[in-house]
């Protein structure tokens, strides 16, 4: 499977952006897809998750009520999330990496390569 994000780039404080990650390639069973983030000098954290089934989402501390983490499921082999951002701030540059957990692991296991995400104040 094959993870592609767009719609970095850069804004001011308080504009919004719309990350996509499209997964594509032979249909594979999720368990969930969410998306990361790594800012210069820190490690990476998780910024919203949404499960397969039932579509539950998972939103750190940092981003409720500005992100908001959504699914469309074209077709068998193009699965496709989005991230909404709204209310951004500095804080939020980061590169911003989609990911999704098959079944059967413990934990993310396929990576997109990125997009960047620059917030001016």
């Known amino acids: 499977v094959q993870l592609a994000e767009s719609g970095g780039g850069l804004v001011q404080a308080g504009d919004s952006l719309r990350l996509s990650c499209t997964a594509s390639?032979?249909?594979?069973?999720?368990?969930?897809m969410g998306w990361f983030r790594q800012a210069p000098g820190k490690e990476r954290e998780i910024v919203a998750s949404?499960?397969?089934?039932?579509?539950?989402?998972?939103?750190?501390d940092s981003v409720k009520g500005r992100f908001s983490i959504s699914r469309d499921i074209p077709r068998s082999d193009k699965n496709v999330i989005y991230l909404q951002m709204n209310s951004l701030k500095p804080d939020d540059t980061a590169v911003y990496y989609c990911?999704?957990?098959?079944?059967?692991?413990?934990?993310?296991?396929?990576w997109g390569q990125g997009t960047q995400v620059t917030v001016s104040s």
């Open positions: 990911a999704a957990q098959s079944v059967g692991a413990h934990q993310y296991d396929s």
């Open positions: 949404i499960r397969w089934s039932g579509g539950s989402t998972y939103y750190a």
């Open positions: 390639g032979r249909p594979f069973s999720k368990v969930a």
